[in-house]
């Protein structure tokens, strides 16, 4: 039966991985508590565990071209680096302080995320405002660029814009979008 609890926790750490937040800010805290695994043990599987899922994340971002490869070259050495200074210490630290430290990281990344949800949110608001703005102000070529062209709105935004486009010109618009 504890099979069903691993093949749970693993699908669920999957799935925060492949949304960009990182499995192992669950995974880890769950093989602890859950299954009495000590932080080293439980970094240890985390590690084992992030390397399928960062290939298949690399391989998927890749392809959707959001790598920016300039960006790599500047991270790559300083990255492995920390990685391979931080294991180190890792190992030399007792269990039990490892394991505190890991929590006020996730409570600190936690809060630090809640914070900035709000600002985005907010800010969000103000770009859709002036968007809509913008495109009550377009000629239909206008409308159509801005529309084909915005990017993470929410389908109640889109359908806002699309009520502000002239209905005889739609079809530019589904013209634009095939």
């Not at 690399?58 to 920390?82: C, D, N, Q, V, Y």
């Not at 409570?107 to 809509?132: A, C, P, V």
């Not at 913008?134 to 389908?155: C, H, N, P, T």
Request: no cysteine; hydrophobic share 50%; proline share 2%.
């Amino acid at each position: 039966m504890i099979w069903v609890l691993y093949v749970v926790l693993g699908i669920a750490a999957g799935v925060l991985s492949g949304m960009g937040i990182g499995g192992g800010a669950l995974l880890i805290p769950a093989l602890v508590m859950l299954f009495g695994m000590s932080q080293q043990q439980a970094q240890n599987v985390n590690l084992i565990y992030f390397i399928p899922t960062a290939a298949i994340a690399l391989i998927t971002h890749l392809k959707a071209g959001r790598i920016e490869k300039s960006i790599i070259k500047k991270f790559l050495i300083p990255g492995l680096l920390a990685a391979v200074i931080g294991s180190l210490i890792a190992l030399q630290m007792d269990s039990e302080v490892l394991r505190r430290i890991f929590g006020g990281f996730l409570l600190i990344m936690g809060i630090s995320e809640l914070r900035k949800g709000r600002k985005s949110k907010d800010m969000e608001n103000n770009d859709f405002t002036q968007m809509k703005e913008r495109f009550k102000a377009s000629d239909v070529d206008g409308k159509v660029e801005i529309y084909v062209e915005a990017r993470g709105l929410s389908q109640d935004q889109y359908k806002e814009l699309l009520m502000l486009f002239p209905y005889g010109e739609l079809y530019k618009l589904e013209e634009a979008l095939a």
